[in-house]
Structures are given as structure tokens and as C-alpha cells.
């Protein structure tokens, strides 16, 4: 087994690092959080942080880079309080991807990559149409986190919208049937193929 320590990743070029560090943490999620500007220009941009915090509640959050450049989505959040989380569906993984590149503020990345906007009246943030799971976001809070300059922001949700058959009895949606993708790094995306599901577990029940 290859063993790197942290002096080596230290000394590594720049972009090796990167890929290196990025995929080590494991397969994340794959989204498109949708704002939208007080000029009205809807604004897309992929992210790979989004995570659930807590059900009750609902509260998702996601980490956002370093706001020392333009940062819309930010931008955007702020000032209109609202922000989509959308999932990346197999069959777009391409578009959804070139929405990281940096549009002008004036510019919509939904008109850039050519994917339709989708909004619910009295939610001012755009979803987007053909995503199996959408979810409508209201900002509550930052943190930042002095270590990376980021910041931790977090979301409560308002509005879950999905397709039909995705829901099981007990709640739980089927990422798997809804060809989410997900994301390696910051390049890679991957299909989700459920490999089982098992039950609450307790000590001495493993079966
Ligand atoms: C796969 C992938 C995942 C990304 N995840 C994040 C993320 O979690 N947080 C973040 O701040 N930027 C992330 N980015 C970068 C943003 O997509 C990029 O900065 C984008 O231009 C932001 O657009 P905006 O200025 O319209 O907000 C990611 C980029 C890629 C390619």
C-alpha cells in the first residue's frame, strides 16, 4: 500500500495536491444550487459539499470557498435570503460541470449550459426543471471556518419537490432510481447503484 505523509502532499505540485486531497474524503454529493440576483439573473453553479444536518428542522448545509473573489451564489443568497439545491442527474453531468465556470455576474449559467429554470410562486431562488430532487432553501446562518477561510453555510428547507416514484413507505428516496450522480473529487462523476439497505442497527443483532 502506498503511504504519502503530510510533508510529501506539502511538497507536491499544486494540482496533484488538489486532485490527491479532493478525492481522499470518499465519494461526495452532486448538486446545482440555484440563486437567482436583485437584477433578476438566474445564477447556477455546481457544488460538491452539500450535506444533510439535521431533520427536525430540515437543514441541509454546504461549504462555500473563500469569498476574497466573486462568489454569486453567495452573493445572490444573501441578498434574496434563498437558494435551491438541485441533483445532478446522470444525463447531465456535462452541463452541470461547466456551470463552475466563472460567468459574468450578468450572464445566466442556466441560459450558458442550457438547462430550464423551474419556479414556485412566492420562492424568489430558480430550481432546476429536470432535476429528479429539488429542494428550496431558505439561508439561516454562516460559519466561518478560519483554518481554510471558508464558510459553513447553512440552509432550512422549505420546499422538497421529486418525482413520483422515488419515495419508499418509510420515507427514504431512492437516489439510485433517480440516476443522481455523484462526484470524485472535483472532476469524476459516478452513477449510484444501491448495493443493499439494512436495518436500524443495534449491538448483538448483526445478521
Ligand atoms: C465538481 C465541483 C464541485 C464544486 N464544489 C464547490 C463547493 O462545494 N463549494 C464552493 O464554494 N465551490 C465549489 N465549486 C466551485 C464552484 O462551482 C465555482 O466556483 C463556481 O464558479 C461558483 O459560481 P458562482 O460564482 O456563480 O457562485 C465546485 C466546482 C466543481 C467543478
Redesign the pocket.
Known amino acids: 500500500m502506498k503511504h504519502i505523509t503530510k510533508k510529501e502532499i506539502l511538497d507536491m505540485p499544486r494540482l496533484e495536491r488538489m486532485h490527491l486531497i479532493n478525492s481522499c474524503g470518499g465519494v461526495k454529493s452532486?448538486n446545482l444550487?440555484g440563486t437567482i440576483s436583485n437584477q433578476d439573473i438566474s445564477?447556477?453553479?455546481?457544488?460538491?459539499?452539500?450535506i444533510h444536518l439535521g431533520s427536525n428542522p430540515p437543514m441541509l448545509c454546504?461549504?462555500?470557498?473563500p469569498i476574497t473573489v466573486?462568489?454569486?451564489?453567495?452573493d445572490n443568497m444573501k441578498s434574496t435570503g434563498e437558494f435551491t439545491v438541485n441533483h445532478i442527474h446522470q444525463d447531465f453531468i456535462q452541463q452541470a460541470?461547466q456551470?463552475?465556470?466563472?460567468?459574468n455576474e450578468n450572464e445566466s449559467?442556466f441560459e450558458a449550459v442550457n438547462l430550464d429554470t423551474y419556479f414556485l410562486p412566492e420562492f424568489k431562488a430558480p430550481f432546476v426543471k429536470f432535476s429528479a430532487i429539488q429542494i428550496g432553501c431558505r439561508f439561516v446562518n454562516e460559519y466561518h471556518i478560519k483554518e481554510q477561510n471558508?464558510h459553513l453555510i447553512i440552509g432550512e428547507i422549505e420546499h422538497l419537490r421529486f418525482e413520483d416514484n422515488l419515495q419508499h413507505k418509510d420515507g427514504w428516496l431512492d437516489l439510485s432510481k433517480a440516476k443522481t450522480a455523484g462526484?470524485i473529487g472535483?472532476?469524476g462523476y459516478v452513477a449510484t447503484e444501491l448495493l443493499d439497505r439494512f436495518a436500524y442497527a443495534r449491538p448483538n443483532e448483526n445478521s
Do not use: G
Not at 466573486?70 to 453567495?74: E, G, P, S
Not at 456551470?99 to 460567468?103: D, E, I, P
Open positions: 452532486a444550487i445564477n447556477l453553479a455546481v457544488f460538491n459539499s452539500v454546504f461549504m462555500l470557498r466573486a462568489r454569486h451564489t453567495y460541470h456551470t463552475s465556470a466563472k460567468y449559467e471558508c462526484i472535483l472532476d
